[in-house]
Each structure stands twice: as C-alpha cells, then as structure tokens.
C-alpha cells in the first residue's frame, strides 16, 4: 500500500515562495502522474499540475509561478510556488495517479499553508 | 481547456432517497472521468474511475455513467455516510479540471 504525506511550513509571507514536499513510502511506479491539488477554504478542488519522468504540465492559470518536481529515487516529489498571495492559502494535496487509470491512485493527508505577513 | 460544469450545487436529500449528480464538459472527455467524496476536514476519496468502474471498497450503491460530455453519478439509497461533497475531474485534456463541486445535505 502506497502512502503519501506532505510537509512544509504552514505559514509563508505574501510574495515569497511556498515549497511543499510529498514523502511517498511504499513501492511507487514513477511513470504515474505524481500530482498536486489544492482547495482553498470553503472552495472547490484546484489542480496544480502534475509530472512523470518523461512530461510535466500545470496549470495555465499558475504555470508561470509553478514548479513540480520529482525525486529520481522515486520516494519524494515536491511543489514550488512563486510570488505568494493571500489567494494561495489552501490546503494542499499530494497525489499519485496511475497512469491510463482514469482516476485510481492515492492521495495524501493535505497540509494548510496560509500566506500572510 | 475543458470546462467542467456540475449540477445541482446543492442538493437536499433524505436517507434511502436515490440522488443522481451531473457533470456535463465542454468538449468529449471519451471515459477518462471521475468521480471523487469528500467529506470536511478529509482528503478527497474516489468512488468512481474510467465513467463507470466502482473504486475498490466503494458501496455498490455507488454508480457511474454517461459518455461525450454528460455524465451522472447516481446514489441508489442515500446512506448516513453518504452525506458529503462530490466533485468529477477529468483527464482527457492536456490539464486536468474539476468540478466544481456538489454537496448533499440533509433535508
């Protein structure tokens, strides 16, 4: 069974930059879709974006603030988010969907982060 | 991108009622959608992939269908549990999306 928890700091600054990573314990298949969602509070489901070893692609509406990357050992992937708001305080997920599965995969705990100075 | 429309935002309902959700798509989504639960403070829990295909553990009372850019999630006796939101995401396109969202309260 596939685990996945999410760390990082709960609080960063409005226009700094918010660094998340997802900590993934058991046998993961690194050609999946190791993925990032977030929801804002009291908001809908928001896909970030998502990568594999061989594609990465996000969100047109953050890609220019986004990085995803994923760990070559296949244990970790992480998020980066550039130029922070007060919008961006959400809780955020770490996900991995099976590749051709049309939604299976699993998804981590979440983790709040909340910008504000 | 595909757009995702869901309906109803809310709807009210009571134990043992059958409740049906819809997700309609801008474009054709072939079966590359789901369905996902989510209850407050939790994460996100698939009930339905591929438009039809029940998630392991899922209540058969859970069910999917539709195809092209209709599709409907169907509670066929709604359980105390079942309370919860309900959100559908494609994968057809080049960036994935949500719904956005549909919540089944009490009546």
């Known amino acids: 069974q596939v685990q996945l928890q999410e760390s990082g700091p709960g609080l960063v600054k409005p226009s700094e930059t918010l660094s998340l990573t997802c900590t993934v314990s058991?046998?993961?298949?690194?050609?999946?879709?190791w993925s990032w969602v977030r929801q804002a509070p009291g908001k809908g489901l928001e896909w970030i974006g998502h990568?594999?070893?061989?594609?990465?692609r996000y969100n047109p509406f953050l890609k220019s603030r986004v990085t995803i990357s994923l760990d070559t050992s296949g244990t970790q992937f992480s998020l980066r988010l550039t130029s922070v708001t007060a919008a961006d305080t959400a809780v955020y997920y770490c996900?991995?969907?099976?590749?051709?599965?049309?939604?299976?995969?699993?998804w981590g705990q979440g983790s709040l982060v909340t910008v504000s100075s | 991108d595909i757009q995702m429309t869901q309906s109803p935002t809310t709807l009210s309902a009571s134990v043992g009622d059958r409740v049906t959700i819809t997700c309609r798509t801008s474009?054709?989504?072939?079966?590359?959608l789901a369905w996902f639960q989510q209850k407050p403070g939790r994460a996100p829990k698939l009930l339905i992939y591929?438009?039809?295909y029940l998630d392991s553990g899922v209540p058969s009372r859970f069910s999917g269908s539709g195809s092209g850019t209709e599709f409907t999630l169907t509670i066929s006796s709604l359980q105390p549990d079942d309370f919860a939101t309900y959100y559908c995401?494609?994968?057809?396109?080049?960036?994935?999306?949500f719904g956005q969202g549909t919540k089944v309260e009490v009546k």
């Open positions: 474009q054709s989504v072939d079966h590359w």
């Open positions: 996900a991995i969907y099976f590749r051709g599965q049309g939604g299976r995969g699993f």
């Open positions: 990568t594999d070893f061989s594609d990465t």
């Open positions: 058991g046998a993961a298949d690194t050609t999946h879709h």
């Open positions: 591929k438009v039809s």
């Open positions: 995401q494609q994968f057809r396109d080049y960036w994935w999306t």
